[in-house]
């Protein structure tokens, strides 16, 4: 490559780079307007949710369906969610066991009385609005009655019509129809109602919902909020902590990894035990509706004794996880949780690169851009020196430099910490150092310093809510979303930044509920 | 018919001692197509340790089969070649379509996979018109590679340009898959009812289907459609379940690397013994894979390891990888050749491809890619030097080995010549 064409190369980096998303003139008014998204699949996990909740079953058929592909950081995005012939086959296989199960309880919570045509005729709307989502027609009824009917025994007949509800688009797919009249429009009050089960439950609506959609009480403002809060205060929100904050955080990526054994004082018991301080760090923002920012910095974490040794607290008399108080401890938020350090480490020592990249996507909403061709042949890069004197080295090349200056000096921050986020003074080859200055010109000295200025940095909160809503919508924000995004930020902003409250204020938000018809050209 | 039924049938003795379940299946093939070509295709992932490839060092578990494995030198995978980053993302979709990918996270675009267009000529009359099988289900979070669409990280088969075959990992799930249906206990009737109450749910889901699919936007037609396709091959499979006799592989799933695939090398010669498919493809590992292979006494990360930078040890590290990568083929071989089929065995009307989505790891090259074929439909063995043939090429001949004379493969119009003789 030329020196030319290296330099423009490096400018676009360097463009790509300082790129800020989601600010907006606040004086602008600009009238709501929906991006187009397709119709849902349910992925595995709401699948096996709806199952539970539909049927009360404690299987789950979906485990080993085939992967859901996950795209912008979630894996319930529309249309990513693809479907092939042999995923319809494992509907079907799926469905025989669930009809197994069901009929074995006697054909509990399907129908409420012996499976008779007058049961079945009876028991249907009620059954069909839960499983479909919305009220029943006649001609549903009629079809599935025409399947019972047709099956001429009892048991056979309510199995024929619980096999065709399950196998039905309406249960596998979460079907919105336009009016004629409106372009941009607010769905249905039933179809708002799976809109918000999904996003707070990663399930099908309860009774409670079903029935707050079908008495206009989801089109008032103070019935919705009222709806949100019971339905974050339920159980079944532990789905946000499991699958919002698994896949935004990482956590997921736990289950996968793995640690040389003879450098890393690593187990099952040492996994589990991250699992389970960011699930609780995790939940106590999304209960106690704590400062969102303050993930970043609590002095206070829930460990068992096995982090609380690895956390430097020696002798902790207690069994089980509590939460501890780490104040005396060079340890602030999640940045320095044994789990997220280790989850962004590759097997056998730290890559500062894959820490600063993961603040820099998925904390801040600022990703770099991917490496430049051939980047990852480092044929010149030293043998010896620390972790960081080598990937200094080795970014030197201007190609590369331009977006190692932003990611970089985050990672290096966290030096101090090692694969499994042990602490230590030294990494393989020498003395860490972990002071440096970001892109912006603030300095750092440690993690404890970095971490107080990603706090500050309003770009947290705001990619906090971006992250929130593209799991809420199951798509990209588009710039249509921008006014919206924002003033989400701000009313979360004015609250408090509880993160509760984020959830609330995109599950109330008026783009929420909004839709387009898709408009064939 | 119950499932549990037939997994009672099988019993635990036959599950304990491994392979014995696969004896007593499809005694009698099934005549009138028994003599049919199937085509499998096996990636691995991460390229290949090229200096052992070509002394063919790593080729060693196949020195007893060399007769029956064409080495094809030489080949270009262009389409792949991308000016940005995604390469492995990019070689593996690129794999068996020789197309390039579009870069979206959401929405993929690439062609039709060789199996895919095969099974559109040879698929039409078995139970599953292609198998997709694997070993890893994909990466739990983040993005795959570079903005590429995760689908062309996890897959080499695509049903359409814009949707990938769904891939089991699950040995049992693939059984459950092929035999849908199967239930040697059941009477004629039983069955015939069974078949009946199947098919009227499946018209009753198709028709609500396509009545639903009128009412909404482009998009969702699509989405829809996708599903109704797949309903529809269900229906048609109804009326063809298999005829020969299965039972159920031992359970649960191994969780050992060798000993899983081993459990799917019984499931794809039980698939194509009993005529329940005709083209498999299986995935080893997913594209730019960092499994460990501690086994093998090689612990690091596989991907990091392809990054060797010239580093003799870690280079070392590959061949013992890509030689035990060779043994797994080796033995679906042995495997396929121990099978009679009609007038021969299994390996005679068997054409295999194995390849990587790259060359050398470490510099991400599309060139000079590795590629055996082997078995004994449509090749010779021996070895086909090529001066930077196109990939497109060999899939194409591939196809034409096969009686699917199609015109185009990705980039290439013309078959590449000398597959069968020299």
Redesign the interface.
């Known amino acids: 490559m030329s020196t030319t064409a290296r330099w423009i190369v490096a400018l676009g980096l360097l463009a790509a780079c300082g790129q800020d998303p989601g600010s907006r003139d606040p004086t602008e008014s600009v009238e709501l307007e929906a991006p187009?998204v397709?119709?849902r699949?349910l992925n595995r996990v709401e699948y096996d949710n709806t199952v539970r909740d539909l049927l009360g079953t404690s299987l789950s058929p979906a485990r080993?369906?085939?992967?859901d592909?996950?795209?912008?950081?979630f894996d319930n995005?529309a249309?990513?969610l693809?479907?092939?012939?042999?995923?319809?086959?494992?509907y079907?296989?799926a469905v025989?066991?669930l009809v197994?199960d069901v009929r074995a309880r006697g054909w509990t919570p399907m129908l409420a009385c012996a499976p008779d045509r007058a049961c079945v005729e009876q028991s249907l709307p009620g059954f069909v609005r839960r499983a479909w989502r919305r009220p029943s027609t006649v001609e549903d009824i009629a079809?599935?009655l025409a399947?019972y009917d047709?099956?001429g025994e009892p048991d056979?007949g309510a199995?024929?019509v619980l096999?065709?509800v399950l196998?039905?688009?309406?249960f596998?797919?979460r079907?919105e129809?336009?009016p004629a009249s409106a372009v941009t429009h607010r769905v249905s009050d039933y179809e708002l109602a799976s809109r918000l089960s999904y996003f707070l439950w990663s399930s099908m609506p309860d009774d409670a919902l079903l029935d707050a959609a079908a008495d206009g009480t989801l089109s008032d403002a103070e019935g919705l909020a009222a709806q949100v809060r019971r339905m974050l205060d339920d159980d079944k929100a532990a789905s946000l902590v499991e699958h919002f904050a698994?896949?935004w955080l990482?956590v997921?990526?736990l289950?996968?990894i793995?640690r040389?054994d003879t450098r890393f004082s690593f187990d099952e018991e040492l996994r589990a035990s991250m699992r389970t301080e960011l699930r609780l760090l995790v939940t106590s923002f999304l209960e106690e509706d704590r400062d969102l920012r303050e993930l970043l910095t609590t002095t206070t974490t829930f460990a068992d004794r096995r982090l609380a040794s690895l956390y430097g607290i020696a002798s902790a008399p207690f069994d089980g996880f509590v939460e501890l108080d780490l104040s005396s401890r060079p340890r602030a938020g999640l940045l320095t949780t044994a789990g997220w350090l280790a989850l962004t480490s590759?097997?056998?020592r730290t890559s500062p690169a894959q820490r600063g990249k993961f603040v820099l996507?998925q904390l801040l909403c600022r990703?770099p851009p991917?490496?430049?061709?051939?980047?990852?042949?480092?044929?010149d890069?030293p043998k010896t020196g620390t972790t960081r004197e080598r990937l200094e080295a080795h970014v030197a090349d201007p190609q590369c430099a331009a977006c190692h200056a932003s990611i970089d000096p985050i990672g290096f921050a966290f030096e101090h910490y090692d694969a499994v986020g042990a602490w230590r003074d030294e990494d393989a080859n020498g003395v860490v150092q972990t002071d440096g200055v970001l892109p912006t010109g603030e300095a750092f000295g440690d993690a404890l310093e970095l971490v107080e200025i990603l706090a500050d940095d309003p770009a947290f909160v705001s990619c906090t809510v971006r992250q929130i809503y593209t799991f809420a919508r199951g798509?990209?924000p588009g710039p249509e979303d921008a006014v919206v995004l924002g003033d989400i930020v701000d009313e979360v902003a004015e609250g408090g930044y509880g993160l509760r409250s984020a959830f609330e204020a995109v599950a109330t938000s008026e783009a929420f509920a909004l839709r387009r018809?898709?408009?064939?050209p | 018919m119950t499932r549990a039924s037939r997994r009672r049938f099988l019993g635990g003795a036959a599950a304990m001692i491994g392979l014995p379940w696969l004896e007593a299946l499809c005694p009698e093939a099934t005549a009138a197509d028994a003599r049919a070509s199937r085509l499998l295709c096996w990636y691995v992932p991460n390229g290949m340790p090229m200096e052992a490839w070509h002394d063919e060092g790593v080729l060693a578990p196949l020195a007893e089969r060399r007769d029956d494995v064409l080495v094809v030198r030489g080949l270009v995978n262009a389409p792949a070649e991308l000016p940005t980053a995604g390469q492995h993302a990019a070689g593996t979709a690129g794999m068996l379509t020789a197309a390039t990918p579009v870069r979206s996270e959401t929405h993929p675009s690439l062609g039709k996979s060789i199996d895919t267009l095969f099974a559109e000529v040879h698929g039409r009359h078995t139970p599953l018109p292609a198998l997709a099988l694997g070993t890893q289900d994909g990466d739990a979070v983040g993005n795959c590679d570079n903005g590429f669409s995760c689908a062309y990280s996890r897959h080499i088969s695509w049903v359409s340009p814009t949707t990938p075959r769904d891939k089991i990992t699950s040995p049992r799930l693939a059984f459950e898959l092929l035999f849908a249906g199967y239930d040697p206990t059941a009477s004629v009737t039983a069955l015939e009812r069974r078949r009946s109450e199947r098919t009227s749910v499946l018209d009753y889901v198709g028709e609500q289907t396509a009545a639903l699919r009128g009412e909404l936007g482009a998009s969702d037609r699509v989405k829809l459609g996708e599903y109704l396709e797949g309903v529809r091959e269900v229906e048609r499979r109804v009326q063809t379940i298999p005829t020969c006799d299965a039972d159920a592989p031992p359970e649960p799933d191994a969780s050992d690397l060798p000993t899983r695939i081993e459990q799917m090398i019984d499931v794809m010669v039980l698939a194509l013994r009993c005529d329940a498919t005709r083209a498999i493809t299986f995935m080893l590992g997913n594209s730019a894979s960092n499994r460990s292979f501690d086994f093998l006494g090689v612990p690091y990360g596989h991907h990091d390891l392809s990054h060797h930078q010239g580093d003799p040890e870690q280079i070392a590290g590959l061949e013992v990888i890509g030689r035990w990568e060779v043994e797994m083929f080796a033995r679906l071989l042995a495997r396929l050749d121990a099978t009679d089929d009609g007038d021969g065995t299994l390996l005679d009307h068997t054409l295999a491809l194995f390849s990587s989505e790259l060359s050398d790891g470490n510099a991400h090259a599309h060139d000079d890619l590795p590629a055996l074929l082997a078995g004994r439909a449509g090749i010779a063995g021996g070895t086909l030097q090529t001066d930077g043939a196109r990939w497109g090429a060999l899939l194409m001949g591939i196809l034409h080995a096969l009686d699917v004379p199609v015109a185009r493969v990705g980039d290439a119009d013309v078959p590449l010549a000398g597959l069968s003789s020299r």
């Open positions: 187009i397709t119709v699949r080993l369906f085939p992967t592909t996950h795209a912008l950081g995005v249309d990513a693809t479907l092939s012939p042999a995923q319809v086959a494992l079907e296989l025989d066991d197994a079809g599935l399947l047709a099956a056979e199995a024929q096999r065709a196998l039905s688009p309406w596998l797919f079907i129809r336009d698994g896949q990482h997921r990526l289950d996968d793995f040389d590759p097997p056998f996507s990703p991917p490496p430049p061709p051939g980047a990852t042949v480092v044929e890069a798509r990209a018809r898709e408009v064939t």
